[in-house]
T-cell receptor, first 113, second 112 residues
Framework: GDSVTQMEGPVTLSEEAFLTINCTYTATGYPSLFWYVQYPGEGLQLLLKATKADDKGSNKGFEATYRKETTSFHLEKGSVQVSDSAVYFCALRQLTGGFKTIFGAGTRLFVKA | NAGVTQTPKFQVLKTGQSMTLQCAQDMNHNSMYWYRQDPGMGLRLIYYSASEGTTDKGEVPNGYNVSRLNKREFSLRLESAAPSQTSVYFC???????????FGQGTRLTVV
């Protein structure tokens, strides 16, 4: 079945460091891919998405590119801030039978001042 | 700007007790979902409702029931709570099956 694998956390970075959180997926066909962020005590918020191969999603300085050849959707940010500390979830949704969004286990990010 | 509202935010139950988690959305979305979040496992779909009047099982439906009361409201019921149901529960909604979901703030449930 479909699945999403994320790098294990926690990831601890200093402010202004470069961030990469790896995400790979297994799926048939051409799913849509998402990154969600969960701040402490809150629900998940959509951070960015990509719906087809080579699409780049971007928001708030974060970027991820849909790479079909490597089945990856890695999240990157050039300069993290303390306010980016949160849990990040990679997810996929199939376009058919599309009620099921498959989530990765989440990666916790800590950013130190 | 309420979005998706869940009640309660926290609950402690004894094994065997029952309770209903409430969820309401004000975005006129057709589809609604209940997920549970457990450490190291991401989110898993319990039940969903594609549209008003329909409900279907997700990945982990055992021990739960749902009701789509109207377009706005989608409740999750635990008839006889078990410690394995200790989790954080999230309600979500989307315009339809192929658009991104918007999440509520979650209900932290502990069953002792």
């Amino acid at each position: 079945g479909d699945s999403v694998t994320q790098m294990e956390g926690p990831v601890t970075l200093s402010e202004e460091a470069f961030l990469t959180i790896n995400c790979t997926y297994t799926a048939t066909g051409y799913p849509s891919l998402f990154w969600y962020v969960q701040y402490p005590g809150e629900g998940l918020q959509l951070l960015l998405k990509a719906t087809k191969a080579d699409d780049k999603g971007s928001n708030k300085g974060f970027e991820a590119t849909y790479r079909k050849e490597t089945t990856s959707f890695h999240l990157e940010k050039g300069s993290v801030q303390v306010s980016d500390s949160a849990v990040y979830f990679c997810a996929l949704r199939q376009l058919t039978g599309g009620f099921k969004t498959i989530f990765g286990a989440g990666t916790r990010l800590f950013v130190k001042a | 700007n309420a979005g998706v509202t869940q009640t309660p935010k926290f609950q402690v139950l004894k094994t065997g007790q029952s309770m209903t988690l409430q969820c309401a959305q004000d975005m006129n979305h057709n589809s609604m979902y209940w997920y549970r979040q457990d450490p190291g496992m991401g989110l898993r779909l319990i039940y969903y409702s594609a549209s008003e009047g329909t409900t279907d099982k997700g990945e982990v439906p055992n021990g739960y029931n749902v009701s789509r009361l109207n377009k706005r409201e989608f409740s999750l019921r635990l008839e006889s709570a078990a410690p394995s149901q200790t989790s954080v529960y999230f309600c979500a909604s989307s315009i339809d099956a192929n658009t991104e979901a918007f999440f509520g703030q979650g209900t932290r449930l502990t069953v002792v």
